[in-house]
C-alpha cells in the first residue's frame, strides 16, 4: 500500500490542523493506521493509532484529548484532527501502515510509510 500525507502547515499556537493520509494501491482492511512525528535529531516518536476496521484509537500522552483520528473508508483514507496545538507539536509527521494483526507504537513494526508533513506551530 502506498501512503501520502497532507496537511501541514503553519498554525498559531491554540490553533488546529486536519493531517490526511490518503492509501493507494489496495485497501486499507488488510491494515492499521498510525502517525507518527519527528524533529531533527530525535527519534520518530508515535502520536496516535488506529484499527482500520473498528476504528479503535490510541494516543500518546503528549497528544491525548487533543489529537482524535478518523477515518473515511469510501476514501481510504486516515486523518489526524490536531487541536489546541503546541509548539512542542512542531515536528515533522508521518502516517504508517501495519498489518492488521500489528497494532503497535513501534515505528519498526510498520511496513508502508507517508513521506511526511510539516507541523510547525508557533508561540
Known amino acids: 500500500v502506498q501512503l501520502q500525507a497532507s496537511g501541514g502547515g503553519l498554525v498559531q499556537a491554540g490553533g488546529s490542523l486536519r493531517l490526511s493520509c490518503a492509501a493507494s494501491?489496495?485497501?486499507?482492511?488488510?491494515?492499521?493506521l498510525g502517525w507518527f512525528r519527528q524533529t531533527p535529531g530525535s527519534e520518530r516518536e508515535w502520536v496516535a493509532r488506529?484499527?482500520?476496521?473498528?476504528?479503535?484509537?490510541t494516543y500518546a500522552d503528549s497528544v491525548q484529548g487533543r489529537f482524535a483520528i478518523s477515518r473515511d473508508h469510501a476514501k481510504n483514507t486516515v486523518y489526524l484532527q490536531m487541536d489546541n496545538l503546541k509548539p512542542e507539536d512542531t515536528a515533522l509527521y508521518y502516517c504508517?501502515?501495519?498489518?492488521?494483526?500489528?497494532?503497535?507504537?513501534?515505528?519498526?513494526?510498520?511496513?508502508?510509510w507517508g513521506q511526511g508533513t510539516l507541523v510547525t506551530v508557533s508561540s
Open positions: 488506529v484499527r482500520w476496521s473498528s476504528g479503535f484509537a
Open positions: 494501491g489496495e485497501t486499507l482492511n488488510r491494515y492499521n
Open positions: 504508517a501502515a501495519s498489518h492488521r494483526s500489528v497494532f503497535s507504537v513501534v515505528a519498526e513494526n510498520y511496513v508502508s
